[in-house]
């Protein structure tokens, strides 16, 4: 276990509208630890992007505290609270660059207002461009620039105070899925240079896959699970989990059994035919209801749901054959309605 750097206690946060109370934030617990990469995802209005805005309080929570390093973060006074906000650098999904400033003076920003002199300021910015690949284009502007040049700038930017977290709501959102990769693979690569604790808001459980150590899934204002990605991967626990593990699933009525397993591909088998392999052994037929899997380096990664013969002991042995071949296999009969 590491050291807590971002501790939420019974945080609740509620807005008023002409109509009605919204609650945005139902008595949230969590805690990042200091060099996570963690995730929190959850549907469009789960109250996940205001939740990372509670955590440096740019929404000031309704009740309940959050804890940054140690520091109250509710108890201190504006000064205090832009001080401790230096140590969250935040990215957005639309990257929020000053248009009328090039990539260098966007980065330079964040520590002209901290106070720093130019010419320390320019030497900064440019070793935080050269950090996200992007030292040839210091004096580009932003509408110059494609989204994932944008969001190094962001990031760039992000970084140019020393922050201990990185805060990215929706980062990659508004990029296609090759440069989403190339951003994840920033993030990762950043969070392992400089031990910088990454916290990712999205609505994909790719991203999560792809990049976050820890999860946390928020439905309905609340935390439905948090815990290892690896073990709600492998084994979502709550409805709220598993919408995001087998999406589609709902609603797939089957008609031979309602047992189903599920098969985790994680890196560790080969790419070969395994179902294949396992009805000509078993002799008999399976239904295919869920299949996400793919091939990177000749390692299967991804996940498949069969549904099985209705014959108990014949079931069995495909549970062993596939166990035998070492993946992952589970039961999975709430996968059918």
């Keep these: 276990m590491g050291q807590a750097l971002i501790e939420i206690r019974h945080l609740s946060k509620s807005f008023q509208t002409k109509e009605a109370e919204i609650t945005a934030l139902n008595d949230?617990?969590?805690?990042?630890?200091?060099?996570?990469?963690?995730?929190?995802?959850?549907?469009?209005?789960?109250?996940?992007?205001?939740?990372?805005?509670?955590?440096?309080?740019?929404?000031?929570?309704?009740?309940?505290?959050?804890?940054?390093?140690?520091?109250?973060?509710?108890?201190?006074?504006?000064?205090?609270?832009?001080?401790?906000?230096?140590?969250m650098g935040m990215i957005f999904q639309q990257f929020n660059l000053l248009l009328q400033r090039t990539a260098l003076e966007n980065v330079c920003f964040p520590l002209e207002i901290a106070g720093m002199r130019q010419s320390d300021a320019k030497k900064r910015a440019r070793e935080l461009l050269d950090l996200v690949g992007l030292s040839d284009r210091a004096e580009s502007y932003p509408t110059q620039l494609s989204g994932g040049q944008k969001q190094r700038v962001a990031i760039a930017r992000a970084l140019a105070t020393d922050p201990k977290a990185l805060l990215c709501d929706e980062a990659t959102s508004a990029l296609d899925p090759t440069t989403t990769q190339s951003i994840l693979s920033l993030l990762r690569d950043i969070n392992r240079r400089l031990g910088l604790t990454i916290v990712i808001i999205t609505h994909?459980?790719?991203?999560?896959?792809?990049?976050?150590?820890?999860?946390?899934?928020?439905?309905?204002?609340?935390?439905?699970?948090?815990?290892?990605?690896?073990?709600?991967?492998?084994?979502?626990?709550?409805?709220?989990?598993?919408?995001?593990?087998?999406?589609?699933?709902?609603?797939?009525?089957?008609?031979?059994?309602?047992?189903?397993?599920?098969?985790?591909?994680?890196?560790?088998?080969?790419?070969?035919?395994?179902?294949?392999?396992?009805?000509?052994?078993?002799?008999?037929?399976?239904?295919?209801?869920?299949?996400?899997?793919?091939?990177?380096?000749?390692?299967?990664?991804?996940?498949?749901?069969?549904?099985?013969?209705?014959?108990?002991?014949?079931?069995?042995?495909?549970?062993?054959?596939?166990?035998?071949?070492?993946?992952?296999?589970?039961?999975?009969?709430?996968?059918v309605g």
């Design 28 to 87: 949230i617990d969590l805690t990042i630890e200091g060099g996570d990469i963690f995730g929190i995802i959850g549907m469009s209005g789960a109250g996940k992007s205001t939740l990372v805005r509670c955590m440096n309080m740019l929404e000031r929570p309704t009740q309940g505290t959050v804890l940054f390093d140690g520091k109250d973060l509710s108890g201190l006074g504006e000064q205090e609270l832009r001080k401790v906000r230096r140590s």
């Design 204 to 335: 994909e459980m790719s991203v999560v896959e792809k990049i976050c150590n820890r999860v946390a899934i928020i439905d309905e204002s609340r935390i439905a699970e948090t815990g290892l990605v690896a073990d709600i991967f492998t084994k979502p626990r709550t409805a709220a989990a598993r919408k995001f593990v087998y999406p589609g699933a709902e609603g797939q009525a089957v008609s031979i059994s309602k047992r189903c397993m599920r098969i985790v591909f994680n890196g560790t088998s080969s790419c070969e035919p395994v179902l294949a392999e396992m009805i000509l052994a078993c002799k008999a037929p399976v239904n295919i209801l869920f299949a996400d899997t793919k091939n990177l380096d000749g390692k299967a990664f991804g996940q498949m749901v069969i549904q099985l013969p209705e014959e108990k002991d014949l079931a069995q042995k495909m549970f062993r054959f596939i166990r035998a071949k070492g993946l992952d296999a589970e039961e999975a009969d709430d996968y």
